[in-house]
């Protein structure tokens, strides 16, 4: 875990069997993770592969997530308390998803959000090669925009919660 850590990177690890996170950082500010490898990872309960909380800018950047890869396992990203996040499965957003990652070989939730404002999650396939799993999960996000994805072969496509229910 990288908690409160000014200018971190990790890069080119392989992750394999750790039946909590693989990555967890929380707070700090300007992250990099690059070219990570996840094998079955994340397969305790809800805990995902890649865990990232609360990181912001130094100035010149927030951010950065690019080249990971998936191999297996059960939850794969979460995503919590930041704000106009950008994602997109191409160009440069501060995460960048391919469609070819390995995502579809995550057996549970691959995107989770928490408490992720004014964020879009576009043009995305997050579909399963097995069934199984919930494509994308929000809690508690304000202002975002889901278009264009697709979610096959899941048993759930989106999730989408709130931390108020009507009465």
């Known amino acids: 875990m990288v908690n409160n850590s000014i200018v971190s990177t990790i890069s080119g690890n392989t992750l394999t069997n750790n039946f ?71 160009g440069s957003p501060e995460v960048l998803l391919p469609d070819n990652d390995g995502k579809a070989t995550l057996t549970g939730t691959v995107i989770a959000l928490s408490n992720i404002d004014n964020t879009t999650i576009a043009n995305f396939d997050l579909s399963a090669a097995t ?4 494509a994308l999960s929000t809690f508690n996000c304000d202002n975002i925009t889901i278009q264009n994805n697709n979610a096959t072969n899941r048993s759930a496509g989106i999730m989408w919660r709130t931390a108020s229910f009507p009465p």
């Open 20 to 90: 909590n996170n693989g990555i967890n950082v929380s707070n700090g500010q300007n992250c990099t993770i690059t070219n990570n490898t996840f094998t079955n990872c994340g397969t305790n309960g809800n805990t995902p592969s890649l865990t990232i909380n609360g990181v912001a800018t130094d100035g010149t950047q927030r951010l950065s997530v690019v080249g990971n890869t998936f191999v297996g396992g059960k939850n794969g990203i979460s995503l919590a308390n930041m704000d106009a996040l950008t994602i997109a499965n191409t």
């Open 131 to 134: 069934f199984g799993g919930t």
